[in-house]
């Protein structure tokens, strides 16, 4: 079964970090782009974030530029978001989604985790 | 960055009724666009992409068309298992914009 587990998140002071972790299954993993997709209680759903199937393409939100980093681990079946400098308005359901194809700017999403929670509050 | 507007923002018919979503993008997007679910509660799904390819699984009753700045999404008969958020999306480039969504409900 194709499967995307999200975990990592949780309760963070804002100005701190999280690493968020994407644990993927049931596909060949190398082979496909990636995204991180977040949406805010009660919102729509906002794109934060893609990586090409090799780590040689890589796309950002503008709300998140400079102060998150997307990355994956092939070897391991695993995708990450490094958020440094949290706000308030990073305080979301946090989805990993798989590409249709290798490269994240190229195809819709066919897969989506159920989505791990941050919460940015002092 | 190129914009992503739909309308309605949301919409109210009835079962066996033909919906009509429409999704505006600020630039010429050629056919790079995909369309998603959202039931209440629940994980998007994908139900088109490029612009009027059906993912496989989705019901036949569901439709896509347009190409370059205005697109649609048609359900041809609404039903109850049809209630939820549709999401228009780009993805010629990042940023890949979502619209800002449709709730469809039953009248």
């Known amino acids: 079964e194709v499967q995307l587990v999200e975990s990592g998140g949780g309760l963070v002071q804002p100005g701190r970090s999280l690493r968020l972790s994407c644990a993927a299954s049931?596909?060949?993993?190398?082979?496909?782009?990636m995204h991180w997709v977040r949406q805010a209680p009660g919102k729509g759903l906002e794109w934060v974030s893609g990586?090409?199937?090799?780590?040689?393409?890589?796309g950002y939100a503008d709300s998140v530029k400079g102060r998150f980093t997307i990355s994956r681990d092939n070897a391991k079946n695993s995708l990450y978001l490094q958020m440094n400098s949290l706000r308030a308005e990073d305080m979301a359901l946090y989805y990993c989604?798989?590409?249709?194809?290798?490269?994240?700017?190229?195809?819709?999403?066919?897969?989506w985790g159920k989505g791990t929670t941050v919460t940015v509050s002092s | 960055d190129i914009q992503m507007t739909q309308s309605p923002s949301s919409l109210s018919a009835s079962v066996g009724d033909r919906v009509t979503i429409t999704c505006r993008a600020s630039?010429?997007?050629?056919?790079?666009l995909a369309w998603y679910q959202q039931k209440p509660g629940k994980v998007p799904n994908l139900l088109i992409y490029?612009?009027?390819t059906l993912q496989s699984g989705v019901p036949s009753r569901f439709s896509g068309s347009g190409s370059g700045t205005d697109f649609t999404l048609t359900i041809s008969r609404l039903q109850p298992e049809d209630v939820a958020t549709y999401y228009c999306?780009?993805?010629?480039?990042?940023?890949?914009?979502f619209g800002g969504g449709t709730k469809v409900e039953i009248k």
């Open positions: 630039q010429g997007i050629s056919s790079y």
């Open positions: 989604a798989k590409s249709q194809g290798g490269y994240y700017d190229s195809s819709g999403m066919d897969v």
């Open positions: 999306q780009k993805y010629n480039s990042a940023p890949l914009t």
């Open positions: 049931g596909f060949i993993f190398a082979d496909y782009g």
């Open positions: 490029a612009a009027s």
């Open positions: 990586i090409s199937w090799n780590s040689g393409s890589i």
